[in-house]
């Protein structure tokens, strides 16, 4: 990972935005901002955000790499695509969050602890091993993220909905030690691979 | 003004605005025959609905009746209004124009002295205040109208209404038998300068336009600030009728946005300018003006009349898009939510009223237009496919008037060229 971050940082030197345009989904259309802040100013989770979205995009035209790439505005972008219907220059916004997180995840410059990438992280990895999501693992993951006693106590507030998803079977204890598989496991694994081999290529990062 | 009779030597010359008049009266002064042919009662077009125009800050009075002057002292022009051109046929040179044109039902016996419409009881939205109040059905357009005739709205003929006016009028120019006639008028080349309109508001659905009275337009507010308009010149707020003191403009609402219409409509930094100063001349020290934007395109030499404003302390820029705009309830004051561009700084500002800086759209669509002409994405016209069909003033383009009226002498020099060539092969 660290590798990488280096690799792109010889590569690109000091223009990030052209990094940007070629590594990152959507990234071409940042130069399209005119810079009229609608996007920041429709978002719900405005205030609660360091760098609202034309923000983001000036200061990747600036060329602050470090602090975009670890910044956690984009992980803080909840899809709700009220900035792109109202972008008069129709960029992708919501998108190019996603892949500016996702880049920045790649590069290993994502935030540490940031609760939405944990959660991306267990949601990837529980899905991807069986092609199945295994929900009562992949809740149990959320509950215990921070250690043993915030994952007893949180699984003891809820409580009373875990018996009431058991009562009427929408929870199965025995998931925690088999949990159910899609057939061909394989294949699943393969196709993934293949996917990520086409998107190295399409955003030109290292093999 | 006596009736030309139209030949392949003729210039037809479509819209009556202050681009249509020019186009005809230079071709007029030139020595051609002109045909006009307005959609509306009066000619003048949007020009005639300002409260002032810039730079200069004067009324639109004088630059209109100048041309009015020019316009009945020549006998090349004749006029036709209420009608609109439906097909043009032929080719360059030798151009046949449809004609259609609705009754008025006042003939040219009237002399304007209004009895019709202190007979008649019924009210329609005025148009020339953009419907912000009413005026009767028997009416003359505005004060500026030429021709200086009245006209009959449409909805009460066959009421008794009509029976009133006619039997009001003592020049018997009341006319209620009045129909629809079509023309065909030849042409050697057509001047097409049928201007603008505004984009319809509604369609920004953020701002709340038609939801929230507090919320209007440009040229809306143009008609508050006029002696003539709806308020006798006072800018009130339509809610409640207060005086509005602190008024935020917003730019680009409309243009300049891939949803909505693509272009910079160009006038609008330089209207909105203007208009802060309506609300100096209104309140003094105590108007209090914003001006929300992407960036102010003050179109070249204006930039003095750009810092002028700059320096005027009741007028404050913030550097801005608004994203949305929501509604006191209690008092029903517009609210501003957006972050501003200098420094990322979040604002939810409280204003007394909201004029939207509208954008400016062709008001009759490249693709609408009888003949074959080359639009740009936007609808204005770029050319004539075939030689001889010449776009003038706003329907080329979002202009100010000054411009339009270049453009409109831009397009006469074609036309005449055109009307010089038949005349030498006929010779
Ligand atoms: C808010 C605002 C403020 C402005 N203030 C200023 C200012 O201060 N100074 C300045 O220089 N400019 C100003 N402008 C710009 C100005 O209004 C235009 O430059 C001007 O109106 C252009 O004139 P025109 O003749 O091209 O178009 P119009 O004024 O639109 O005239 C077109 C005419 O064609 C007629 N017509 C339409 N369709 C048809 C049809 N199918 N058949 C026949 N006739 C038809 C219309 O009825 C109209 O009479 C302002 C614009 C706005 C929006
Ligand atoms: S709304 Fe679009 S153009 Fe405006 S600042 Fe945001 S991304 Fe840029
Ligand atoms: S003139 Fe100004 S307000 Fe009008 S569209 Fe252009 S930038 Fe926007």
Not at chain 1, 47 to 76: N, T, Y
Not at chain 1, 141 to 160: H, Q, S, T
Not at chain 2, 236 to 264: M, T, V, W, Y
Request: charged share 25%; glycine share 8%; net charge positive.
């Amino acid at each position: 990972m660290g590798d990488m971050n280096i690799q792109a940082i010889e590569q690109y030197r000091s223009d990030f935005l052209k990094e940007v345009e070629e590594r990152v989904e959507e990234g071409h259309w940042v130069k399209m901002c005119m810079q009229c802040g609608v996007c920041s100013g429709s978002c719900p989770f405005g205030p609660h955000w360091a760098h609202p979205p034309q923000e983001i995009f000036m200061m990747i035209r600036a060329g602050k790499r470090e602090e975009v790439l670890s910044s956690d505005s984009m992980w803080m972008c909840t899809s709700c695509y009220n900035c792109v219907v109202r972008c008069p220059r129709q960029l992708p916004i919501t998108q190019i969050m996603h892949g500016l997180a996702t880049y920045a995840h790649r590069l290993g410059l994502a935030p540490r602890n940031q609760p939405t990438r944990d959660f991306s992280i267990l949601f990837w990895e529980n899905c991807t091993k069986t092609g199945r999501v295994n929900e009562l693992k992949l809740t149990l993951g959320v509950y215990f993220r921070e250690g043993l006693m915030a994952g007893i106590k949180k699984a003891w507030n809820m409580r009373n909905i875990g018996f009431g998803l058991l009562l009427t079977k929408r929870l199965n204890p025995f998931e925690l030690f088999k949990g159910h598989a899609c057939k061909d496991q394989k294949g699943i694994h393969a196709m993934l691979k293949k996917a990520q081999e086409i998107e190295a290529r399409r955003h030109k990062l290292p093999a | 003004m006596t009736q030309a009779v139209a030949t392949n030597q003729t210039i037809l010359v479509v819209g009556g605005g202050i681009s249509g008049m020019t186009a005809a009266l230079e071709a007029a002064e030139c020595g051609k025959q002109v045909v006009l042919v307005e959609k509306l009662p009066t000619l003048g077009g949007r020009t005639a609905l300002l409260y002032r125009y810039f730079p200069k800050l004067c009324h639109p009075v004088c630059g209109l009746e100048i041309n009015l002057r020019r316009l009945r002292g020549n006998r090349n022009v004749r006029v036709i209004t209420m009608a609109e051109v439906t097909a043009i046929g032929g080719s360059r040179g030798d151009y046949t124009a449809t004609v259609k044109s609705s009754p008025r039902y006042v003939n040219e016996n009237c002399t304007a002295c209004g009895d019709c419409a202190r007979a008649v009881e019924s009210e329609i939205p005025n148009p020339y205040n953009y419907n912000l109040n009413k005026t009767k059905a028997a009416y003359l357009p505005h004060a500026m109208a030429f021709p200086q005739r009245y006209v009959i709205d449409p909805s009460i003929i066959g009421t008794p209404d009509a029976e009133r006016a006619k039997a009001a009028c003592k020049f018997g120019a009341v006319d209620l038998g009045m129909k629809e006639e079509t023309l065909q008028i030849k042409a050697g080349a057509v001047i097409w300068a049928t201007g603008w309109q505004p984009y319809d508001a509604a369609k920004i659905q953020p701002y709340g336009y038609g939801r929230f009275p507090n919320v209007i337009t440009s040229v809306e507010f143009e008609r508050l600030a006029d002696p003539h308009g709806p308020t006798g010149g006072k800018i009130l707020r339509p809610s409640d009728g207060k005086e509005a003191k602190n008024i935020a403009f917003i730019q680009c609402a409309g243009s300049r946005d891939e949803n909505h219409l693509r272009h910079c409509s160009r006038i609008c930094c330089m209207a909105s300018l203007k208009q802060t100063q309506y609300v100096r001349e209104a309140y003094g020290d105590e108007g209090r003006s914003t001006i929300y934007y992407i960036d102010i395109r003050a179109i070249d030499r204006f930039e003095d009349f750009y810092q002028k404003v700059q320096k005027d302390p009741t007028v404050k820029f913030v550097k801005s898009k608004v994203a949305r705009i929501a509604e006191d309830r209690a008092t029903r004051d517009p609210i501003l939510h957006g972050v501003d561009t200098e420094g990322y700084h979040r604002y939810e500002n409280s204003h007394d009223l909201v004029v939207l800086a509208i954008g400016m759209a062709p008001s009759v669509k490249g693709a609408d237009i009888p003949a074959e002409i080359i639009a740009d994405s936007s609808g204005f016209i770029e050319a004539g496919a075939n030689g001889g069909i010449f776009g003038a003033g706003c329907a080329t383009n979002a202009l100010d008037v000054n411009r339009s009226v270049q453009s409109a002498t831009a397009s006469v020099l074609r036309a005449v060229q055109v009307v010089n060539k038949v005349a030498r092969a006929e010779a």
